[in-house]
């Protein structure tokens, strides 16, 4: 049966893409078909999405764009925002019915969110609720830099409130001079309750596919929703 997380951050430009990237890397290292969805993308860049285009090139299945990418929005802002510039509502069933057929050709489907996990996405939805529909784990990207323990704690208490597992959270040091990360890492492994997957290094022009390696996802396999998936 395939499965599948959904990935968020303690905010945006926290590395969620990169993050993402990495495990359908580590999936497929071990074995299996895996296929990257980024429901919402907001910011084009010279007529490309480019998180969208990382995810596909981290991808072993073929799939439309459409399904791994419902909604593709021009301006660089919140996404309720960009869509009504567009003319358009964010519509978490068409979304659903995406991610469904992205399970059926992959067993795990790694679900990126878009920006911070309680961000909207309508009048009415926010990414949270979006999590809540497809169901999956969670797993939470901190940015490690100063103001990351409170940003972390409050995201995993938001996650849980939706009834939701986290199953794992990664630290990806994005201020290379940031003082005291090995404490700060120990502060959130006693206080998150869920595995660390990983600590990623700031290294300019790394690869996902290297950083996959620093991935436990065998961890992962240990987690069991107890909430239905998509």
Not at 13 to 39: D, I, N, Q, Y
Request: glycine content about 8%.
């Amino acid at each position: 049966m395939a499965t599948g997380y959904f990935i968020t951050g303690t905010d945006t430009g926290v590395g969620k893409t990169l993050v993402s990237c990495a495990l359908l890397h580590a999936f497929a290292a071990r074995g299996k078909t895996v296929a990257g969805m980024k429901p919402v993308a907001a910011g084009c860049e010279n007529g490309k999405w480019m998180d969208v285009e990382f995810l596909i090139a981290a991808s072993n299945v073929a799939a439309l764009r459409e399904w791994i990418n419902p909604y593709a929005l021009t301006l660089p802002v919140a996404p309720h925002i960009a869509a009504k510039r567009m003319g358009i509502e964010i519509d978490t069933t068409v979304i659903l019915q995406a991610c469904r057929e992205l399970q059926d050709i992959a067993e795990v489907v790694i679900v990126e969110g878009v920006g911070g996990f309680l961000v909207p996405l309508n009048s009415q939805y926010d990414t949270g609720d979006m999590a809540q529909i497809l169901g999956f784990p969670v797993i939470l990207v901190v940015g490690m830099r100063l103001g990351c323990l409170n940003h972390a704690l409050l995201t995993a208490r938001a996650v849980r409130a939706t009834g939701l597992p986290l199953a794992g959270w990664v630290a990806n040091q994005i201020d290379p001079h940031m003082m005291e990360l090995e404490e700060n890492v120990h502060a959130l492994q006693q206080r998150l309750d869920c595995p660390l997957l990983g600590v990623l290094p700031f290294m300019q022009g790394i690869t996902a596919l290297k950083l996959s390696a620093l991935l436990d996802v065998a961890s992962l396999e240990l987690v069991k929703s107890s909430t239905k998936s998509c």
